[in-house]
Nanobody
């Protein structure tokens, strides 16, 4: 089974940018549709973005559309989330997730594997 490890989180001022990475091991990333989710304190985990196995199709939450970009490099076994024009409401722990059957999805329960998360804090 795949193991996912996120990195790239940190503290940034509003309007700034961060790029998150999700590195896969123990399996080939190209076998998985991938997603990014986030969870703020006291809130439910929410969908951010998802990408299909080839990288040719993506889908975003309305709250991040036009600001965030999901991409993948299957040769490097890595998925990315480029986050621009960050807002304080983007503050959360960000998780990547992998789904080994079916198309990409915005539903957390559709995913089989999860990383441990990386904290993103946006100051005003």
């Amino acid at each position: 089974q795949v193991q996912l490890v996120e990195s790239g989180g940190g503290l940034v001022q509003a309007g700034g940018s961060l790029r998150l990475s999700c590195a896969a091991s123990r399996s080939t990333l190209s076998s998985y549709a991938m997603g990014w989710f986030r969870q703020a304190p006291g809130k439910e985990r929410e969908f951010v973005a998802t990408i299909n196995r080839s990288g040719g199709s993506t889908y975003y939450a309305d709250s991040v559309k036009g600001r965030f970009t999901i991409s993948r490099d299957n040769a490097k076994n890595t998925v990315y989330l480029q986050m621009n024009s960050l807002k304080p409401e983007d503050t959360a722990v960000y998780y990547c997730a992998g789904r080994n059957k079916g198309a990409y999805s915005y539903t957390p329960n559709a995913y089989d594997y999860w990383g441990q998360g990386t904290q993103v804090t946006v100051s005003s």
